[in-house]
C-alpha cells in the first residue's frame, strides 16, 4: 500500500510539472501574440496553439480546456480577430485561475495586458 502512495504520488507530481510546462508554452504563445500584429500573429501561431492544445486537453481542468476550445471555435471561423485574442485571453485566463485559484483578473485585464491591434 505505501508503494502504491508512493508512485501516485510521482505520478501526480509528474503530470504537475507536464501541466506547467504546457501552461507556459501557451504564455509564450502569448507574448510572441503580444509582439505582432493581430491576424498575422494568429496565423504564424496557430500550428504552436493547435499542439499545445492537445497537451491541455490531456492534463489541464475542465475550465482550461473549455477556454481552448471556445478558442478553437472562434479562430477556426476566421471571421473576427478582435474575437479570437479574446478567445485566446480566455484561455490565459482560465490558466492563471487553475494556478492562482484566488485571482482578482478577469478578462478585462488581461486584454489590458495584450493590448494588440492598437
Do not use: C, W
Request: proline residues 3%; negative net charge; hydrophobic residues 45%.
Amino acid at each position: 500500500m505505501e508503494n502504491e502512495e508512493m508512485v501516485t504520488g510521482i505520478i501526480s507530481r509528474g503530470d504537475e510539472t507536464e501541466k506547467i510546462k504546457t501552461y507556459m508554452e501557451v504564455v509564450e504563445i502569448y507574448i510572441s501574440i503580444i509582439t505582432m500584429k493581430a491576424q498575422k500573429g494568429i496565423t504564424r501561431l496557430s500550428q504552436r496553439v493547435a499542439t499545445a492544445g492537445l497537451r491541455l486537453m490531456s492534463l489541464a481542468p475542465d475550465e482550461v480546456v473549455h477556454a481552448f476550445l471556445r478558442y478553437q471555435a472562434v479562430a477556426g471561423a476566421g471571421t473576427d480577430p478582435q474575437a479570437t485574442i479574446e478567445a485566446f485571453g480566455g484561455i490565459i485566463l482560465s490558466i492563471r485561475k487553475d494556478m492562482v485559484p484566488e485571482t482578482a483578473f478577469d478578462l478585462e485585464n488581461v486584454m489590458d495586458a495584450m493590448s494588440i491591434g492598437a
